[in-house]
């Protein structure tokens, strides 16, 4: 069984390869170029704009999507607005659908606790609860996409952004990180959303909690080494 499990995820990982590979052999310099770049999610909301001008800047957002020359979106923005988008984006020559992130690191629609209070709780239902709750509400908020948990290990109570970690401990961060990545990615798509559903993101803040290991200086609150 082990054996079986081992192969077929061996096959499934040399697919996805496959088809990244395939894909990009396909893209041209200017659609590569284009997934790289991110750009703010409002501006296709004046579509519908009474304001000539304004609705003369959400078409050529629209048309840049169209184009494949944008690969993501930052900020929520409505689910009106996500499938306005993500149906521009897929109406592209290879149909790569974007990702629109937002920051939901203390919950989204409902607030929720810190996460190093959260971590304090050692309940990994809870945290599951949370995960689940984030994803289902950044989605219909308009975010395919969440930055959530953020998964550094502080060692330094200076750095100002201590609040969103899960504390000093690897175990406890791991555990808490497990919980809310696997609960905050639904299995099925919400019917409101047009285009996929792979929307976790672990958000990204290597070491900051310890500035002596980066080698210059960083930004923890009021202090800077």
Request: with cysteine; glycine share 8%.
């Amino acid at each position: 069984m082990v054996l079986h499990l081992m192969l077929a995820a061996a096959l499934a990982a040399g697919d996805v390869e496959r088809r990244v590979n395939d894909l990009l052999a396909r893209m041209t310099l200017d659609e590569k170029i284009g997934q790289t770049v991110q750009d703010s999610s409002g501006q296709s909301s004046a579509a519908e704009s009474q304001d000539a001008s304004d609705r003369k800047v959400a078409q050529a957002f629209l048309a840049r999507l169209s184009r494949g020359e944008i690969g993501t979106l930052l900020g929520a923005c409505g689910i009106e607005n996500f499938n306005r988008c993500q149906r521009a984006a897929m109406a592209s020559r290879l149909r790569i659908p974007l990702l629109v992130g937002h920051d939901f690191i203390h919950g989204c629609v409902t607030t929720l606790p810190i996460p190093l209070a959260l971590s304090c709780s050692w309940d990994e239902k809870l945290w599951r609860d949370a995960g689940d709750l984030i994803g289902r509400e950044g989605q219909l908020k308009g975010a395919n996409w969440t930055f959530t948990p953020m998964l550094d290990v502080a060692r330094d109570a200076r750095w100002g952004r201590i609040a969103e970690c899960a504390g000093q401990d690897p175990l406890v961060a791991s555990r808490y990180a497990a919980a809310m990545v696997l609960d905050c990615h639904l299995d099925e798509a919400s019917p409101a959303i047009d285009a996929g559903d792979d929307r976790e993101c672990c958000q990204d803040l290597d070491l900051a909690g310890d500035p002596r290991l980066l080698g210059r200086a960083v930004d923890i609150g009021c202090y800077e080494f």
